[in-house]
């Protein structure tokens, strides 16, 4: 029956480091040894683990040289990923009180919607700031984003100019380096935005997306 199908793939995503594998991958394809890294488990473990996640079809892998590679399988991975994630924050309030907080915090700052944004990347005047780490932006990233992490922002401020308008964007709803980085642009004096969401909903929504690789 389909409900044992159904039953079978979502018990693949009962545990939290494959779902923490998942975030990770989201972002752009991973080794299995740089997943063990970010997970903080070891290389046996996340091997398991994404394993289980391969045969769910929730990822897919391919061999270069002697690295593994994995990355999101084929159809709404993604957005399986966000309709759990907010069945979760309907549910428990303790991470729907994260979540507003956070929310509450961008109300303050102003957020961006994809439609408005992609509208002033046309006008060409805005600056898109990607704050999220060089090996993230490097494996995708919105097109004509600059990548600052949101580590080294304070002292590249000259990199941006201060008449345009920032919108800042990272990793989704739970990352909070584009909150640090618009407290820290608005401290210097800059106007800036969020983006509504991050880079797997703007990727999972099918919108244009770039690479350094």
Known sequence: MIFHEIAEVTRSLANAHRLILLEHISQGERSVERLATLTG??????????QQLKRAG?????????????RLGNGPVQS??????????????????????TLNKRERFESVSREELLYRLIEGDVTLLDVRPYEEY??????????????????????LNQ??????????????????????????????????????EW???????????
């Open 203 to 213: 990727k999972a929504a099918g919108l244009e997306v770039r690479n350094n690789s």
């Open 80 to 101: 399986l990923l966000t309709a759990v994630r907010q069945y979760v924050e309907f549910r428990h309030n303790e991470i729907s009180n994260f979540v507003s907080e």
């Open 41 to 50: 488990i070891s290389i046996a473990n996340a091997s398991q683990h994404l």
């Open 138 to 159: 490097r494996f995708g990233h919105l097109p004509g984003a600059i990548n600052i992490p949101v580590s080294e922002l304070g002292g590249r401020l000259s990199e």
């Open 163 to 200: 008449k345009q308008e920032v919108v800042a964007y990272c990793r989704g709803p739970y990352c909070v380096l584009s909150l640090n980085a618009m407290k820290l642009l608005k401290e210097k004096g800059y106007k800036v935005r969020c983006l509504e969401d991050g880079f797997p």
């Open 58 to 70: 929730f990822v897919q892998s391919r061999r270069e040289g002697k690295n593994i590679l994995y």
